[in-house]
């Protein structure tokens, strides 16, 4: 009978044990949003990035503008950083502007747009960070595309892309539109009811999907240029999250979290006018999330910031839109 005793305690405090580590709640700030902590500036003139998890990896993937401080070959590209040594891969899609990165099935997938306010949206794709296959996704004649964000979503993958023109599509420039694949090679490109927002400026940037919602993660001009969430199930319906905005412009941007910044970078980080949080993008990783995102004055003098939030993507996600 003691013998039995023991066994049934110790499961029970085994249960018990799991059931303290399955609830316990993520960090949120003093209003109940979600606790995202700014580590600071890791680069300068950087900012379309994102953070992946490759081969039990994190990497972080660059679009390196013309006008990066470390650029030489006179002409854009993409690479990709490790998160922790710094180092980065071989660089790949000369002349190509606005990437952003997705793994999927141990694939990782770049989308991205040949020019700024460009006709064409072009897929590249890679088993090891080193050799890419390129395809055109498709061509809208006279729109402008710029930032882009693909998600899979059940049996379908679905990307995000950012409208400037024409007036009918984009509305208030700049405007999220969407198209799905079964196959990443034939696209649809979904009716112009399907957008977040024309009504006023709301640049898309991160795009994200579970249970059965659609979060789109944009930047809104408001008292300079705030980065916040809406959520949808169809792509038509939005929902705004109460706890808006996700981030806006502090003093903690300009922490220094790259200690190899030379004394230039240093000052010019120090003299920079700061009203801008965007561009946010994020991944899991040990289940945390590492948050990229750029500060500035958005227009043309940015910087690259990283934060933290202390959950999983389904924490974070579900955290902007507590249940009522």
């Not at 081969?55 to 590209?77: A, I």
């Not at 993660?217 to 705030?226: R, S």
């Not at 922490?255 to 009203?275: G, H, R, T, V, W």
Request: aromatic fraction near 14%; proline fraction near 4%.
């Amino acid at each position: 009978m003691k013998k039995r005793i023991t066994s049934r305690l110790v499961l029970l405090l085994s249960l018990i044990s799991l059931w303290g580590c399955n609830t316990k709640q993520p960090p949120v700030d003093a209003e109940g949003r979600p606790l995202i902590e700014k580590i600071g500036t890791i680069d300068c003139d950087m900012v379309e990035t994102t953070p992946v998890v490759f081969k039990d990896k994190v990497y972080r993937f660059e679009y390196v503008r013309t006008n990066y401080w470390n650029n030489k070959t006179g002409d854009s590209y993409f690479r990709f950083v490790d998160h922790q040594t710094g180092k980065p891969t071989p660089s790949f899609a000369k002349g190509f502007h606005f990437g952003s990165a997705a793994v999927m099935d141990n694939t990782v997938y770049v989308t991205a747009v040949d020019k700024g306010d460009g006709e064409r949206i072009y897929i590249f794709a890679s088993h090891d960070l080193e050799h890419w296959e390129q395809w055109l996704a498709y061509e809208l004649p006279g729109w402008g595309m710029f930032n882009t964000s693909m998600i899979k979503a059940n049996d379908k993958y679905v990307l995000m892309f950012e409208v400037g023109k024409p007036e009918i599509e984009a509305g208030e420039r700049f405007t999220a539109h969407f198209a799905t694949s079964p196959d990443l090679k034939k696209w649809e490109i979904l009716s112009r009811d399907h957008n977040y927002a024309m009504d006023r400026y709301t640049a898309p940037h991160c795009l994200r999907y579970l249970d059965g919602y659609y979060y789109d993660f944009y930047l809104e001009a408001f008292k300079g240029y705030e980065a916040r969430v809406v959520r949808s199930k169809d792509l038509i319906h939005w929902e705004p999250s109460p706890l808006n905005p996700v981030l806006k412009a502090s003093a903690k941007d300009k922490q220094i979290a790259n200690k190899n910044l030379s004394d230039s970078l240093l000052q010019k980080i120090a003299a920079a006018e700061n009203l801008n949080n965007s561009d946010i993008d994020f991944c899991e990783y040990k289940g945390n999330l590492i948050i990229n995102y750029s500060w500035g004055n958005q227009m043309g003098k940015e910087f690259l910031g990283e934060a933290v939030y202390h959950g999983t993507q389904e924490q974070f996600l579900k955290g902007w839109f507590p249940a009522k």
